[in-house]
């Protein structure tokens, strides 16, 4: 069985962002410590040109874990 991050990831990658932003905020209730779900969570939300939410996410990643250059 699939995780919700996976199921998230799965659906980035077919382009259906607002099913993937359904998945990893699911995936960040059950793991709210993972910094890469928020990263891509704002990733989808940038597609989805919802750019207040994706830099929400995008802080929150940059937060836990200051030293990963992706959530910058």
Not at 23 to 43: F, G, K, L, V
Not at 45 to 64: Q, S
Request: proline share 1%.
């Amino acid at each position: 069985m699939s995780t919700s991050k996976e199921l998230g990831n799965n659906e980035f990658k077919n382009k259906n962002f607002t099913k993937a932003i359904e998945h990893y905020t699911q995936a960040i209730s059950e793991n709210p410590s993972d910094h890469t779900i928020y990263s891509n969570r704002s990733a989808s939300y940038h597609n989805l040109k919802n750019f207040d939410k994706a830099l929400e996410d995008a802080n929150k990643c940059v937060e836990i874990k200051a030293d990963w250059g992706k959530g910058y």
